[in-house]
C-alpha cells in the first residue's frame, strides 16, 4: 500500500537521529573519561601535585590529540554498529547448538574481528597515555659480549602484550554480547528523563566495565602464558625484530606476575569498556524514548505517519514496539487522543481510528494464544503428533470450547510457526492415570542417534512369534525360544514354521552410539526455561497492547459518546479470557513458573527472562479493570457459558 521509502521514514527520521545524538553524547563525553584514565595511571600518592601537573602537560601535547582523535573514530564506529545489531526481541538460544551456530555466524565474524581491530587501537592509545615501557613496539639494544655488540632494534613486550590484551578484550566483549544479549534494547516500565536515567545507571556501568576487564585480563593472562610465544614471534619476524636475552620475558609466572603491569591491564581494559558501555547506554536511552505519533493526520501524505497505519506495519520492530507504547500512554494519560480514538469519521461516521487500534491488539493477542496452544500441543505430545488413541480422544468441556473460540477468534497464519520446539519437556508433564501423558518417554527412532537395537525391540511383533499376544513381566528374564517347539507348535496350530533368521542371535551385542554422536545429543538437546522465554520473547508488544485495550475500554464507559466500543467488548473480553485460559495451562508445565535469577554483573539485559510473568499480571489486571469498571452490565455481553462462568470469577473477584 506505502512506498518503501515510506515504510522507512521512522529509520531516518527518528532512530537514525537518535543514534547520532547518543554518539554525540559519548564523544563529548570522551575528554572527561580520558582525563580521569590519565590520572588513574600515572597518580603517585608521594607526589600528588607533580601528578596533576604531569597529566595536565601531557593532555595538551601532541601525541594525546592525536590518541583522543582516534578514540573519537573508535567511538563513532561502536556507536554504528549499535545502530546495525540492536534488537527489540532478543535472541534466545534454546540448545547449546543453536547458541554455538550464533557464535560461528558469518555476521557474528565480522563483529568480532571489528571489535578486535577497535581494541588493538584503544590499547595502542592506552599505551601512548601510559608512556615509559609501554610507549613504542621497538627499541634500540645490544646483542652479544664485548666486541661483538652490535645495535638492534629488540620488541618492547610490554607495549605488545597491552595491544594483545585490547585484542582479547574486544574479541571476549564480542562474544559476550551474543551470550548475554547486551544487543538487546528493553524498554523501561517507568518513563524517565534522558539524564535521569543516565544518572542512575552511571555507577552500574562503572561496575560492570570494571568487574568485566578483571575477568577480562584474567583469562588473558593465561592465554598469553600458553600461547604468548606465538604472536610474538610472528611480530618479530614480521617487523624484523630481536628478542633481548636480557630482559625476563613475560610469558612466563614471574613476568606475568608484575603487579604494576597487571594493574595497568586492567585499568586499561577498563577504561576500553567503560567507553563502549557508555555509548550503548547512551543508544538505549535515546532510541527508546516516547515517541508521540498523530492519531489522525488533515493531509493524505502523513497518512503513513499516523498510529492506525503504523501499528499494521511489520518492520522496523522499534516502530510497532514505540507505537504499542504511544497507545499505552496515551490511553492512560491523554483524553484529548483518547477522544481521537473514538471519533467517527466523516463523512460516513465510521469508528476507523478504533478499529484499526482494537484489530491489530485483538491480532497480537491472538498470535500469543495461538502460540502457546501449539506449544502445548507439542509438549504435550512429545513433540510429535497427536496420536488417535482413546486418551487422546478424552477432553473435558473446557477444553473442547477452549479449542474451538480460539479457532474461531484467530486465523491461521504461516509466518506464526512455533520458534522453541519443546520435546524435551514431556519427560516431565504429568498427566491423569488414564492420560496417554503417563506412559513411558518414547524415543524418536526417526534420530539418526537411534541405534538399531532400539528399533529392533520397538518394533511390533510377528504374530509368528512366540512371544506374541502374551503379557512379560519385567522381573522374568526373556528365554530364547526352542526349535524344537516352534516346528511342534507350528505343526499343532497348522501355521508355517518361522524362518531361522526371525530367532534372535543371543551373543548379538547392542549397538553403542559414538562419543561424537553422544556430544551432539547432548547439545542438541533443548533448555527447558530457554524455551519458555523464547515463547515470550515479544510479549512486551502483548503487555501494551492489553495495558491499551483495557485502558480504552475502561475510559468508553464515561468517554465514548457514540459507543463504538461497545461492538467490540465481546471479542475483547473473549480473546482475554481465551488468552488467560492458555497462560494459565502454560504455566502449569515445569519450568514455566521457576522464576530465573537475574544476572547483574554485565550489561546484558535480562527483563527478558520474566517477561512472562508481567504479561500474567497484566493480563489479570487488565480483565479486572474492564469487570471492576462494568461490573453487572457485563451480563448483557454476548458470550459463550464458558467464557461468562469464567467471568463470573473476575466479577465476585474469585481469580
Not at 563483529?111 to 610507549?135: D, F, K, P, Q
Not at 594483545?164 to 564480542?174: D, E, N, T, W
Not at 495451562?585 to 535469577?597: D, G, I, N
Request: hydrophobic share 40%; with cysteine.
Amino acid at each position: 500500500m506505502f512506498s518503501t521509502e515510506q515504510s522507512c521514514w521512522f529509520i531516518r527520521k527518528v532512530v537514525c537521529w537518535r543514534a547520532v545524538a547518543s554518539i554525540a553524547w559519548a564523544v563529548l563525553l570522551l575528554l572527561p573519561i580520558t582525563a580521569v584514565f590519565v590520572i588513574l595511571s600515572r597518580f603517585s600518592l608521594l607526589h600528588p601535585i607533580q601528578t596533576f601537573s604531569e597529566c595536565l602537560s601531557f593532555l595538551t601535547c601532541a601525541s594525546a590529540i592525536f590518541s583522543l582523535i582516534l578514540m573519537c573514530g573508535v567511538i563513532i564506529m561502536v556507536g554504528f554498529l549499535n545502530l546495525e545489531y540492536y534488537t527489540v526481541i532478543p535472541t534466545i538460544a534454546c540448545s547449546k547448538i543453536a547458541l554455538l551456530g550464533q557464535l560461528l555466524h558469518p555476521r557474528q565474524f565480522v563483529n568480532s574481528l571489528a571489535h578486535c581491530i577497535m581494541g588493538i587501537i584503544v590499547a595502542w592509545c592506552c599505551a601512548v597515555t601510559l608512556g615509559g615501557r609501554y610507549e613504542t613496539i621497538g627499541y634500540p639494544c645490544t646483542q652479544g659480549d664485548g666486541t661483538d655488540s652490535s645495535p638492534q632494534m629488540c620488541l618492547n613486550e610490554y607495549h605488545l602484550i597491552l595491544l594483545l590484551a585490547g585484542a582479547f578484550v574486544g574479541f571476549s566483549h564480542s562474544l559476550l554480547a551474543v551470550i548475554s544479549n547486551i544487543n538487546y534494547v528493553s524498554f523501561h516500565t517507568v518513563q524517565q528523563y534522558k539524564y535521569l536515567r543516565f544518572k542512575g545507571s552511571l555507577p552500574f556501568v562503572v561496575k560492570c566495565s570494571a568487574a568485566q576487564a578483571l575477568y577480562s585480563v584474567r583469562n588473558y593472562i593465561v592465554v598469553y602464558f600458553f600461547l604468548g610465544y606465538i604472536p610474538k614471534a610472528w611480530i618479530c619476524k614480521t617487523l624484523n625484530l630481536h628478542l633481548n636475552s636480557s630482559v625476563h620475558p613475560l610469558d612466563s609466572i614471574a613476568g606475568l606476575l608484575d603487579l604494576s603491569l597487571l594493574y595497568h591491564q586492567w585499568i586499561s581494559a577498563s577504561f576500553l569498556l567503560f567507553t563502549w558501555n557508555i555509548t550503548l547506554l547512551l543508544f538505549r536511552i535515546f532510541v527508546t524514548e516516547v515517541y508521540s505519533f498523530p492519531v489522525q493526520s488533515s493531509f493524505t501524505e502523513d497518512a503513513h505517519q499516523c498510529l492506525p497505519k503504523v501499528l499494521t506495519d511489520k518492520q522496523p520492530m522499534i516502530l510497532k514496539f514505540l507505537a504499542l507504547q504511544d497507545v499505552a500512554l496515551l490511553s492512560q494519560h491523554s483524553p484529548s487522543r483518547r477522544c481521537e480514538v473514538f471519533s467517527l469519521s466523516q463523512p460516513g461516521g465510521h469508528p476507523h481510528n478504533w478499529n484499526a487500534i482494537s484489530k491489530e491488539c485483538l491480532s497480537l493477542l491472538a498470535d500469543l494464544t495461538q502460540r502457546l496452544v501449539a506449544y502445548h500441543d507439542t509438549v504435550a505430545t512429545n513433540g510429535r503428533a497427536k496420536s488417535l488413541s482413546t486418551g487422546s480422544e478424552r477432553k473435558t468441556s473446557s477444553e473442547t470450547s477452549f479449542t474451538s473460540a480460539t479457532e474461531d477468534l484467530m486465523s491461521p497464519r504461516p509466518t506464526l510457526l512455533l520458534r522453541t520446539p519443546a520435546s524435551v519437556f514431556a519427560r516431565f508433564v504429568v498427566g491423569t492415570p488414564h492420560s496417554p501423558l503417563t506412559a513411558p518417554f518414547t524415543p524418536d527412532l526417526d534420530s539418526p542417534f537411534a541405534s538399531p537395537a532400539l528399533r529392533r525391540l520397538t518394533a511390533p511383533l510377528d504374530q509368528c512369534s512366540p512371544w506374541f499376544g502374551t503379557v512379560q513381566s519385567p522381573h522374568i528374564m526373556r528365554r530364547a525360544p526352542k526349535l524344537w517347539s516352534t516346528s511342534t507348535d507350528s505343526q499343532v496350530n497348522g501355521s508355517p514354521p518361522a524362518s531361522p533368521a526371525s530367532v534372535p542371535s543371543p551373543k548379538q551385542e547392542p549397538f553403542k552410539p559414538s562419543r561424537l554422536a553422544l556430544f551432539l545429543r547432548n547439545r542438541k538437546e533443548q533448555l527447558p526455561e530457554a524455551s519458555s522465554q523464547a515463547l515470550f520473547a515479544d510479549s512486551q508488544a502483548h503487555i501494551w497492547a492489553l495495558e491499551g485495550l483495557s485502558y480504552l475500554v475502561q475510559a468508553s464507559f464515561s468517554e465514548d459518546q457514540f459507543g463504538v466500543i461497545q461492538t467490540t467488548l465481546p471479542s475483547i473480553l473473549g480473546c482475554m479470557l481465551i488468552l488467560q485460559e492458555a497462560v494459565d495451562r502454560h504455566f502449569k508445565l515445569p519450568h514455566a513458573s521457576s522464576k530465573p535469577v537475574r544476572s547483574a554483573s554485565g550489561m546484558g539485559d535480562s527483563t527478558y527472562k520474566t517477561l512472562r510473568f508481567a504479561l500474567r499480571a497484566t493480563l489479570k489486571t487488565a480483565i479486572y479493570r474492564i469487570t471492576t469498571t462494568f461490573g453487572n452490565h457485563l451480563n448483557a455481553v454476548q458470550m459463550s457459558a464458558e467464557h461468562r462462568k469464567r467471568l463470573q470469577q473476575f466479577l465476585e473477584y474469585k481469580e
